[in-house]
């Protein structure tokens, strides 16, 4: 019996391997995403060519191997990048691949991944027409994938498939954007054993840096720490190797390389929001002889500081739902150049393909450290986060609640703020609810939304006062959890 239902999210397929995700999901959900591309296409089978990749995750062979069998079962082709990051899985849609494909384009990426969940998860992340598939486009997919289950009938007409090594094309073509701007910096590259370590390393030292590597070998287990930068706990080992080694900075990937961690000279962590202000004045800065305004989109997870400083200094500030769907949506309503997470996703569309890409957001980085050290030789990343001084923030909490209790308990939360508007203790200005519920207050807000991807509220909270940020922390946890307590109850 296939979950469907459990397995298929807003943004991409995750679950635990056997349980939600199977090798029977994963078949007629390729059969499906081959409809898909067809009914939007007018192409015929025989003329679509997608992509497969797969992350480091012990089942990822097997899902992998079966989406091949799904595709050529429907008569299109596919070509199989085998082992490889998710941006690389972007990249294909972008690369010259017409030796494969002849006339046809690649219509789309089929990516094997559960990103930086634990090792027992697996999930599938879908491409079309070079975008990540919609919200809608998901739901479309699965009502498809749920049809082809029912159909006794198998096709006979089958596709091909080309295996291919795509990862050295794409180091050349960042190689040839950046060429040696590394030089005399000093990198540390945690992998994570995920799928950064058969890229990162060898990018990096390419460009001229001096690379110390920690867990580069692939390896679906994650024995030295779990893959995921944006938890400070993960850290560790590489903020301890970049004091050691005095290197420049540090970069941390995620499980399949789309989300980067970056440590200061110093050896502290900088939060998605920090690291999206210096992208962003970097990009400010390179337009400002223009008549262009950039563009920047980031979540409502964000410090109002990134969106203050971003408008202050010459761009433009847009907030956005969380999820790297929604967050490229925005990006293309808005013609964004730039747009961000606090996870670490980091999407650059200028001089760049406008997915997340960690191991393109590590070179725009070490471009940065480069560039500033030609006027001021002891640069560091933090002398461009100097308005964060004027805040405290909290670090991200993760309050447990199941899944199907979310939408109850938030609920059961707006009616107790909206019945109690002094809760809180300061005047309410705005509660912005595009994702969740940001409550703003002078100086700083109280943010409670649903996770995408794993059964918590993500919790965030921001004041000029550190006692005030406290305070606000301590309010919603006691009150998400006398709404979790009472429709655990119902």
């Not at 807003?10 to 029977?24: A, L, P, Q, S």
């Not at 945690?190 to 390896?219: H, K, M, W």
């Not at 761009?315 to 967050?327: F, L, P, Q, S, W």
């Not at 405290?392 to 939360?413: A, T």
Request: aromatic letters at 8%; one cysteine or more.
């Amino acid at each position: 019996m296939i979950n469907w239902d459990s397995a298929f999210g807003k943004n991409d397929i995750r679950g635990i391997y056997g349980k939600d995700v199977t090798e029977e999901l994963f078949f007629f959900t390729s059969k499906a995403y081959i409809k898909y591309i067809m009914e939007q296409t007018d192409k015929q089978a025989k003329d679509i060519w997608v992509t497969v990749c797969m992350d480091a995750r012990t089942h990822s062979p097997q899902l992998k191997d079966i989406i091949v069998k799904g595709v050529t079962s429907a008569g299109a082709n596919i070509i199989d990048l085998g082992l490889a990051a998710t941006p690389i899985g972007y990249y294909s849609e972008h690369a010259d691949l017409k030796e494969i494909t002849g006339e046809n384009e690649v219509m789309g990426a089929m990516i094997v991944t559960a990103s930086h969940n634990p090792s027992q998860y697996n999930g599938l992340k879908m491409t079309f027409n070079k975008k990540s598939m919609t919200e809608a486009q998901f739901q479309e997919v699965k009502k498809l994938a749920i049809e082809q289950s029912k159909e006794s009938l198998l096709s006979h007409t089958f596709g091909k498939s080309v295996e291919h090594d795509i990862i050295p094309e794409y180091i050349n073509e960042l190689c040839t954007q950046f060429k040696s701007i590394g030089k005399g910096i000093k990198v540390v590259v945690d992998s994570a054993n995920g799928t950064g370590g058969i890229v990162g390393p060898e990018l990096y030292r390419r460009l001229g840096c001096n690379v110390i590597e920690l867990y580069s070998n692939p390896d679906g287990r994650f024995p030295h720490h779990h893959p995921n930068p944006s938890d400070e706990s993960t850290l560790d080992d590489i903020k301890k190797a970049v004091v050691e080694n005095k290197a420049d900075l540090g970069i941390a990937f995620d499980g399949d390389s789309d989300r980067i961690g970056v440590i200061d000279s110093k050896g502290n962590h900088l939060t998605g929001d920090k690291l999206l202000l210096i992208y962003a004045l970097d990009v400010i800065e390179r337009y400002r002889l223009t008549k262009t305004t950039p563009v920047v989109v980031s979540e409502v997870k964000c410090s109002q500081v990134l969106f203050d400083t971003i408008n202050k200094s010459g761009g433009k500030a847009i907030m956005c739902k969380t999820g790297h769907g929604y967050i490229k949506a925005k990006m293309a309503e808005t013609n964004a150049h730039l747009a961000g997470e606090m996870s670490g996703h980091i999407f650059f569309k200028d001089r760049y393909y406008g997915y997340d890409d960690a191991f393109y957001a590590g070179c725009r980085v070490i471009e940065i450290i480069s560039k500033m050290r030609e006027t001021n030789k002891d640069f560091d990343l933090t002398d461009m986060l100097k308005p964060f001084d004027a805040v405290y923030i909290s670090d991200e909490v993760r309050l447990h609640c199941e899944n199907e209790l979310k939408k109850p308990v938030l609920e059961m939360f707006e009616k107790m703020v909206e019945d109690n508007k002094n809760m809180f203790g300061n005047k309410i200005q705005d509660i912005i609810t595009l994702d969740g519920m940001r409550i703003v207050f002078d100086g700083g807000f109280a943010l409670v939304r649903q996770s995408n991807t794993e059964p918590v509220f993500t919790l965030r909270f921001e004041a000029t006062k550190q006692k005030d940020c406290e305070h606000y922390q301590e309010v919603m946890i006691q009150n998400l959890n006398k709404c979790i307590e009472n429709c655990n109850k119902n």
